[in-house]
């Protein structure tokens, strides 16, 4: 009975990244008919490395939305890191040592908002909305006072950082190893390590899990300082890629992963979701972006879609289970 | 040395009507005018400018000055114009008093130019929020014997002095010239701008095109497209222009996201072989300059920006002189590998 439910379930969320494969291979057939740039290799490669940090930080985005949680601050989180440790190299401070300090904030403000959705036990949708405009704020600070007293980006001239953002390995862009990488071990965690398990028995029932004996605030806490974790990987290969260590990189991210999470069929309601269906999710957002500038349709409709890509999604999950 | 006495008395009229011929003040007929001046042109008549400074320095001349706030360079480089000409004239008895708003509220700016009437401001330099409570208040300030000089931006039907600015077009127009030259007359371009809904944007646009349709009609403009002023939809339309034009010859990068659009050009393979020109010395576009990836940058030269108001209000208060023009525009500074470095001194 039991393994009977776990399969069936299984299938539920096979059936769900099935069809969201479905949509992206539609979208591209659409868009290769529309196009004749948009499947040639360098541009399908850029699709890629457009989608990496995207998707490396919805890789941490889906463990946190599994749990019933939410995290609106990983773009300033990828912001203030990259600014962090641009900022600490520009003062003298040895790349590796800045390079640490940047993944050592990204945790601690992962954990701080970890730490007080658990302890203090406000909603994380405040919480992080709270770390959001801290976060970019002290983008600004810590870009504050270089020529004067304003705000201005930092170029990042360090190779490894470049290497991180804009490297190749052969044809392909390092960025889309990277990412492969993580998703592939991401997905091992959560399937076959006890916390990884874990993280689907709090979303599904946080009482039931409780009473099993799941440590449920380490569980969010680890969810919650990962993804401050991979934000900082992120925000380096951003501005890496870009040069600059910019005090506008990553606004707005936050609503590309909750997009790309809920469009890969996890639920806002916790206890269901995957990290190849986010990424599948990651890859259609990408397309979208990607088809957006081919097609020469104006900017902001890009920020128009994103939001009717959001509500689609979320609208489609709740009417699918009610049905 | 000629005086004003002997030009009174060669010209048979009082000393007081040689005094607004001199300075162009009104209350004299066009004959007596034209007499008038014409004799102090052939005396070789030169205003007495220390005779004038000594005067003055019994009264205090105060200049209000009101900048947005502080979360732009650009304002930074104002100030120092704004500096530089105060350092000029702080001897003939002019003070300054430099306010810097907190947000970009007309009530705020209101506030601000209140409290400065009350200080006992002789005359204001400000950058207008466009709004009409502000208007009212310069031309009440005007009415009131306050000279205004707006830069920057202007408000429009307003009684101030004059403007001082950028002519917007006229920098697309520079780009377009520049670009021309670069490509001697042939190939293809595109444009990366930041935002339709930018009306510098579109000024900018406008002047370079009018200049590659006049001028150089052998340029193509193959597309123009929108970073929204960020680096990282700047790499991604940047990198897509490079690759889908491998014939592409130039590249006008008119607004910010610098830093991404120059990371695309590096990548692409056809990249270096394009020439590029920019808007403004953003730290990213220095270093790109100095790479050989830029071929010229324009700027804005906030500096005159905040300079020149300074002076014109200054020559206004001390010596009654009235700005020629009621646009006063600044010119465009160009910036090349070669004299990049020159910048922030």
Not at chain 1, 102 to 117: A, E, V
Not at chain 2, 9 to 32: C, F, H, M
Not at chain 2, 237 to 248: G, I, K, M, N, Q
Request: proline share 3%.
């Amino acid at each position: 009975m039991e393994r009977g439910k776990m399969s069936s379930l299984k299938n539920v969320i096979r059936v769900r990244e099935a069809g969201v494969f479905g949509a992206l291979c539609l979208i591209v057939v659409i868009m290769s008919i529309l196009s004749p740039y948009f499947l040639r290799p360098d541009n399908i490669f850029n699709v890629l490395r457009g989608m990496s940090t995207i998707g490396i930080i919805s890789i941490g985005m889906t463990m946190i939305i599994i749990t019933g949680g939410i995290d609106l601050s990983v773009g300033s989180i990828l912001g203030v890191t990259a600014m962090f440790t641009a900022r600490l190299m520009y003062q003298g401070i040895s790349p590796v040592l800045a390079i640490f300090g940047g993944f050592g904030l990204g945790c601690l403000l992962g954990f701080t908002n970890g730490i007080i959705i658990t302890k203090v036990k406000i909603a994380p949708f405040i919480v992080t909305l709270g770390m959001l405009s801290i976060g970019r704020g002290l983008t600004y600070l810590l870009a504050t006072g270089l020529r004067g007293t304003v705000a201005s980006n930092i170029p990042m001239t360090n190779e490894f950082i470049g290497y991180l953002g804009a490297g190749y390995i052969g044809p392909i862009p390092f960025p889309v190893i990277e990412m492969t990488i993580l998703v592939v071990l991401f997905s091992l965690f959560v399937k076959y390590t006890v916390i990884g398990r874990q993280i689907y028995a709090v979303g599904s029932n946080e009482e039931a899990a409780r009473l099993s004996g799941v440590n449920v605030d380490s569980v969010k806490l680890f969810v919650y300082t990962t993804t401050g974790a991979l934000c900082t990987l992120a925000g380096l290969m951003n501005a890496g890629l870009l040069s600059t260590a910019a005090t506008n990189a990553g606004q707005g991210n936050e609503l590309d992963v909750v997009a790309a999470v809920v469009i890969g069929g996890a639920s806002l309601n916790g206890g269901q979701g995957s990290i190849i269906g986010t990424i599948i999710g990651a890859a259609i957002m990408a397309v979208l972006r990607n088809s957006f500038i081919l097609l020469r349709l104006p900017a902001y409709m890009q920020t128009v879609t994103i939001g009717v890509v959001i509500i689609l999604a979320v609208s489609t999950d709740r009417l699918r289970k009610a049905s | 040395m000629v005086t004003i006495r002997e030009i009174a008395r060669i010209a048979k009229v009082s000393r007081g009507t040689v005094d607004k011929v001199l300075n162009n003040r009104p209350g004299v007929s066009d004959e007596v005018r034209e007499r008038v001046s014409g004799i102090a042109k052939a005396l070789g008549y030169k205003p007495n400018i220390i005779g004038k400074a000594l005067a003055n320095q019994k009264k205090a001349f105060l200049i209000g000055v009101i900048v947005p706030p502080d979360s732009n360079p650009y304002f930074e480089d104002i100030k120092r114009g704004v500096n530089a000409a105060y350092d000029e004239v702080k001897y003939c008895g002019i003070q300054i008093d430099y306010q810097v708003m907190r947000s970009l509220e007309p009530k705020e700016q209101l506030g601000i130019i209140e409290h400065l009437v009350d200080k006992g401001i002789t005359a204001l330099a400000l950058n207008p929020i466009n709004d009409d409570m502000i208007r009212d208040a310069i031309d009440e300030m005007t009415g009131g014997g306050i000279p205004v000089v707006t830069f920057t931006s202007d408000i429009l039907r307003s009684r101030r002095l004059c403007f001082v600015g950028l002519d917007v077009v006229k920098s697309g127009r520079v780009a377009g010239e520049l670009m021309g030259k670069l490509l001697q007359g042939k190939g293809k371009v595109a444009v990366v701008f930041g935002s339709r809904s930018i009306l510098s944007h579109n000024q900018r646009i406008e002047g370079f095109t009018a200049v590659m349709r006049q001028d150089y009609p052998g340029i193509e403009i193959l597309e123009m497209v929108e970073n929204l002023d960020r680096d990282d939809v700047s790499f991604e339309v940047t990198l897509s222009l490079l690759e889908r034009y491998p014939d592409l010859d130039g590249l006008c990068l008119m607004s910010a996201g610098i830093g991404g659009a120059g990371r695309a050009i590096k990548l692409a393979e056809n990249g270096y072989g394009i020439k590029v020109v920019s808007f403004d010395f953003i730290p990213e576009t220095v270093e790109l300059v100095k790479e050989g990836i830029i071929d010229f940058t324009i700027g804005q030269n906030p500096f005159m920006q905040g300079y020149q108001p300074i002076k014109i209000l200054s020559d206004y208060l001390l010596f009654d002189r009235v700005p020629q023009v009621d646009f006063y525009r600044i010119s465009n500074e160009i910036k090349i590998k070669q004299n990049i470095d020159e910048l922030y001194v």
